[in-house]
């Protein structure tokens, strides 16, 4: 039935001529993503590629699940029948397929080397959004990293528009957090204050944390231009209001039977002892676990198996949020692969994961299950997923506590599994003493 299906689109998609008609049997095998249409949605982009919708058979390619896409886009493009402005729309699928080739690494440089070139933009169809496309390949092709300068360049252009500069930076500090915050903390009285590029960064800064982060916002709030000191002390309101909030919660639901205010703030403060040792310890020298205010949507209990499945997202959210810099392990695809033997390539990027992988290399003694919290992290995925019951009662079991869960006691279970954590994190914390 799904093969006459398919032979329907493919038949469709060949006989079809009004735009209309086309991008809908795209969009058909978009979610269908059958391999066989490879060639047809090929064959339709090499005729209708000159077209106003050419571009909707090469973003349908990224939902075609085929080994094949990557080669045969590499083949079209050492052919020069892409046309010049979907090229970028080729990297981004390159991008989701992580098919890298020495010939697509060359023209994402080459585009963002000439990115601010006002003819080169122009012939290329180039902005804020195939700007992301570039980065995002030389992001994820490993690239990136020597291409800071340009990328850098780029804040100054006057040629680039606000948001291409926001993408630009977004990128420039997930590259190196330290090393940019740094370099625009030198550089903010002689280059970046009372400009627009002002502004970008301080709203960049919204969304980070940490000390040289701080640094930045007072250079700002001293210095800066009125919008941008508008900005950050309206981020301080809202800061203090959240923590008056949080405090508030904790004393409303310190009363409610099974009232989990007490161990949640046991698991804050293990957090920020952790975070201490962290800072101050030469193996890290920064906090392993970002501030996160979902931790205090545990305090209230779990009265029912809706609100218990809520907990659990929000606790799950809270488990996996480890400071992105555990991904600086450096070490070799043999060492990983023989420290997880079973995970695959995106399984290798979680946090936990890299978390794992980051103590072994500093030589800190770890177990497989890093002290429970892989377990934990599973459980909790795998909860309010029908069909994936028999693997939850598993994983239950084994850390005892199947007897609760069936028995449908919501707010023990809860607070049970933030025992766990709490219990996990103490092991975590002895083995950073």
Not at 65 to 72: A, F, L
Not at 159 to 166: H, N, Q, T, W, Y
Not at 216 to 226: S, V
Request: proline fraction near 2%; aromatic fraction near 8%.
């Amino acid at each position: 039935m799904a093969s006459e299906y398919n032979s329907n689109l493919i038949s469709r998609l060949y006989q079809v001529t009004r735009e209309e008609e086309i991008i809908t049997t795209l969009e058909d095998m978009a979610e269908v993503g059958d391999a066989v249409f490879l060639s047809p949605i090929l064959d339709g982009y090499k005729k209708y590629k000159d077209s106003s919708f050419g571009h909707y058979f090469l973003t349908t390619l990224k939902e075609i699940k085929s080994e094949n896409t990557g080669k045969y886009l590499n083949d079209l493009l050492e052919k020069g029948a892409i046309r010049d402005d979907h090229i970028t729309w080729v990297l981004d699928i390159m991008s989701k397929l992580e098919y890298y080739t020495s010939q697509t690494n060359e023209i994402a440089e080459n585009f963002l080397e000439n990115y601010s070139s006002p003819g080169f933009k122009e012939s290329l169809s180039l902005d804020r959004w195939t700007m992301g496309f570039i980065l995002e390949y030389l992001k994820k092709a490993g690239i990136i990293n020597k291409h800071k300068e340009n990328i850098r360049k780029l804040l100054f252009e006057e040629s680039l528009d606000r948001e291409e500069k926001a993408i630009a930076l977004s990128y420039l500090l997930r590259i190196d957090p330290d090393g940019e915050l740094e370099y625009l903390i030198e550089n903010y009285m002689s280059k970046i204050k009372n400009t627009a590029l002002e502004l970008i960064i301080t709203k960049e800064l919204l969304g980070w944390r940490g000390g040289k982060v701080t640094q930045l916002k007072n250079l700002i709030i001293e210095n800066g231009q009125e919008r941008a000191k508008e900005i950050l002390k309206e981020e301080q309101v809202k800061k203090l209001k959240s923590q008056a909030e949080a405090e508030k919660i904790i004393q409303e639901k310190e009363s409610i039977i099974y009232g989990n205010s007490k161990i949640v703030i046991e698991i804050a403060n293990i957090r920020k002892d952790i975070n201490k040792k962290t800072q101050s310890n030469p193996n890290f020298l920064y906090k392993l676990f970002p501030d996160d205010e979902l931790l205090f949507s545990q305090i209230g209990s779990a009265n029912n198996e809706s609100s218990f499945i809520e907990s659990c997202v929000k606790l799950r959210s809270v488990v996996q949020n480890i400071n992105e810099k555990v991904q600086n392990h450096r070490l070799d695809e043999a060492t990983i692969k023989n420290l997880l033997p079973d995970a695959s390539e995106s399984d290798v990027e979680k946090s936990l994961n890299q978390l794992f992988l980051y103590l072994k290399s500093k030589n800190i003694n770890v177990d497989s299950k890093l002290f429970g919290l892989r377990s934990l992290n599973r459980i909790l995925s795998l909860v309010g997923h029908p069909e994936a019951e028999k693997e939850l009662m598993d994983s239950l079991s084994k850390i005892n506590a199947l007897e609760i869960y069936n028995k449908k006691e919501w707010s023990k279970i809860h607070k049970y599994f933030l025992d766990f954590y709490k219990q996990a994190l103490d092991q975590l914390n002895k083995s950073l003493a």
